[in-house]
């Protein structure tokens, strides 16, 4: 517990019980939704002399710190935040990474 | 008594003097709505007009539909009030579900900025009662996110229903099915990408707006 107080306090913030999480939420758009970003990157690859790439998909990342009791609550609550914020579920969808940062750390 | 419509303003929009000038020029009433406002202050319809609330970021209406403002204006439209979003007010209303489906970037990703022709689909809705079925106006658009979209169910209730309120003649941007204006169940929420409030005024190249608008006015 000593542990990652200190490396809690160290990164700014508040120091309870909780832990802190990096996350990663990826988002793209839901299958059938037209990506005309991705169709003229696809479609701009031949002339630029790459062949056979195909199922271009343009998206958006962001990234940011959560702090939660564990990794369930810390997935739960950010996936609240995905459906009602980042993504529009109507034509995007969000793959979530979340991880412990003591343990990404290793200290 | 002639109606007060009140015109939500959001950092980033820009479209509010163009909106206020239509209402007034057909004889309404306009105030500005701030974003940060937590009531209404008593008027009898809403224009949520264009520009890029919270520049758009995230994704355009995203941030909008959390201000103070679209709660009460959320109130409003569930008690029937008339609720018109122009182009960027059309995706805060899809955003807030008050509206169905989703507006993506156009097809062929390119900023639309011209005059197209639309048609009238339905005389029952909010912004469409003093126009006939099948009427076409000309009526400018200005948007790069403008490409309605919505999954097959959806699509197929707005057709059963008939809340498809306008189509474009020829389609600009893909939107789903010509589809250029949607309502609301209850037919008094009301969301298009062509702007109607610039189109009131033979100076600017079209009055074909006017008959919307004035709908918009006696809707209560």
Redesign the interface.
């Known amino acids: 517990m000593k542990r990652f107080q200190g490396s809690l306090s160290r990164i700014g913030l508040a120091v309870g019980v909780s832990l802190v999480f990096s996350v990663l939420v990826d988002v793209c758009l839901r299958k059938g ?2 990506d ?2 991705g169709s ?1 990157i696809e479609r701009s690859l031949p002339t630029l002399g790459f062949s056979n790439v195909r199922d271009v998909n343009v998206g958006k990342t962001i990234r940011f710190v959560i702090e939660a009791e564990d990794e369930k609550e810390a997935h739960e609550k950010v996936e609240s935040i995905c459906s009602t ?2 993504t ?1 579920p ?2 995007e969808e969000a793959t979530i990474t979340v991880e412990n940062m003591d343990q990404v750390e290793g200290n | 008594m002639a109606a007060t419509v009140g015109v939500a303003v959001f950092p980033g929009t820009n479209c509010e003097l163009d909106s206020i000038h239509a209402v007034e020029s057909l004889g309404g009433n306009a105030r500005i709505l701030w974003h940060s406002h937590k009531n209404l202050s008593g008027v009898d319809a809403v224009i949520i007009p264009g520009g890029f609330a919270h520049g758009d970021y ?2 355009p209406g ?1 941030i909008a539909r ?1 201000s103070p403002l679209m709660v009460a204006i959320s109130e409003f439209a569930k008690n029937g009030g008339p609720v018109l979003g122009i182009c960027n007010g059309f995706q805060v209303l ?2 807030a579900g008050l509206l ?3 507006l ?6 390119k900023f639309l900025c011209k005059t197209v022709r639309v048609r009238i689909e339905t005389e029952n809705s909010t912004l469409t009662r003093k126009v006939k079925k099948g009427a076409e106006l000309s009526l400018p658009i200005n948007h790069f996110e403008g ?1 309605f ?3 097959p169910e959806t699509l197929n209730s707005l057709l059963e229903e008939d809340r498809v309120v306008l189509r474009y003649c020829e389609n600009p941007n ?1 939107s789903i099915n010509d589809i250029a204006g949607v309502c609301n169940e209850t037919r008094n929420v009301v969301g298009l990408m062509p702007h109607p409030e610039r189109a009131c005024d033979l100076l600017l190249g079209s009055e074909d707006g006017k008959v919307l608008i004035d709908s918009l006015l006696e809707a209560n």
């Not at chain 2, 993506?104 to 990703?109: A, F, R, V, W």
């Open positions: 939704i037209a005309p970003a003229t914020f980042l529009n109507v034509i | 995230l994704r995203a959390f899809t955003e169905p489906g989703a993506q970037k156009n097809k062929g990703l490409n979209t919505c999954n893909g």
